[in-house]
């Protein structure tokens, strides 16, 4: 049990370093790019893309800002590679989530308070839902309609409240409202606009260089 809270305790003061890193040493971090991607070429941009992958998974970690890094140095090309890694880091956390319920980590755990932890955070979702619909759809109950919720959620500035992408997946995952394949097109769905005006020139990748 001692083996295991050391573990534990190593992995996070790893995973609070990164964050620092990645929060206050965004322009270090830009620097290192330049020069992967001097030296590498395009392999730069598969390496920063897995380890953006692997950061938005975990919850609470700034993994955008690096994903907005790459887009920035690589331009157009890259939004579709990152693209697909923004699935592929939700969906991770997802799985792990559905994992973590059973694994030998949870023992100690309360897993229904972290189940509830996701219907709280509905409940603003839901008021503001139904604030917008129109008064005679003022008695849809979107509360049933989880895949709604997940949508809005993903896309809701402030959600690093509730643990940004990855922490939503992570609680998606371990409180089992949700299919595999219904939370992947979901999110597929979800993330899509922006990647979309950005390839097709809707909007500047420059704009957001400032």
């Given at each position: 049990?001692?083996?295991?809270?050391?573990?534990i305790?190593?992995?996070i003061?790893?995973?609070?370093?990164?964050?620092h890193?990645i929060?206050?040493?965004?322009g270090?971090?830009?620097e290192f790019l330049?020069?992967?991607k001097?030296?590498?070429?395009w392999?730069?941009?598969?390496?920063?893309?897995i380890a953006?992958m692997?950061?938005?998974?975990?919850?609470f970690?700034?993994g955008?800002?690096?994903?907005w890094?790459?887009?920035?140095l690589f331009?157009?090309?890259?939004v579709?590679?990152?693209?697909?890694f923004?699935?592929?880091?939700?969906?991770?956390?997802?799985l792990?989530?559905?994992?973590?319920e059973?694994?030998?980590?949870?023992?100690?755990l309360?897993?229904?308070a972290?189940?509830?932890?996701?219907?709280?955070?509905?409940?603003?979702?839901?008021?503001?839902l139904?604030?917008?619909?129109p008064?005679?759809f003022?008695n849809f109950?979107?509360?049933?309609?989880?895949y709604?919720?997940?949508?809005v959620?993903?896309?809701?500035p402030?959600n690093t409240?509730?643990?940004?992408?990855g922490g939503?997946?992570f609680?998606?995952?371990?409180?089992?409202?949700?299919?595999w394949k219904g939370?992947?097109?979901t999110i597929?769905l979800?993330?899509?606009p922006?990647p979309?005006?950005?390839y097709?020139?809707?909007?500047?990748?420059?704009?957001?260089?400032?």
């Amino acid at each position: 049990m001692k083996k295991t809270i050391i573990i534990i305790i190593i992995i996070i003061a790893l995973l609070v370093l990164i964050r620092h890193v990645i929060l206050y040493h965004t322009g270090d971090i830009k620097e290192f790019l330049v020069w992967l991607k001097g030296y590498l070429g395009w392999k730069a941009l598969l390496i920063g893309g897995i380890a953006y992958m692997l950061l938005l998974s975990i919850p609470f970690f700034p993994g955008v800002e690096l994903g907005w890094l790459l887009i920035l140095l690589f331009g157009k090309k890259a939004v579709v590679l990152i693209y697909c890694f923004t699935l592929g880091g939700l969906s991770l956390s997802f799985l792990i989530g559905r994992w973590f319920e059973q694994s030998w980590l949870t023992s100690g755990l309360d897993i229904q308070a972290l189940k509830r932890l996701f219907h709280e955070q509905t409940v603003p979702v839901v008021k503001r839902l139904k604030s917008l619909v129109p008064r005679q759809f003022s008695n849809f109950h979107f509360e049933k309609y989880y895949y709604i919720i997940l949508a809005v959620l993903i896309n809701t500035p402030g959600n690093t409240i509730v643990g940004g992408g990855g922490g939503i997946a992570f609680i998606c995952g371990i409180s089992r409202n949700f299919s595999w394949k219904g939370f992947f097109l979901t999110i597929a769905l979800a993330t899509a606009p922006l990647p979309l005006l950005l390839y097709f020139g809707f909007i500047q990748i420059e704009a957001f260089a400032g």
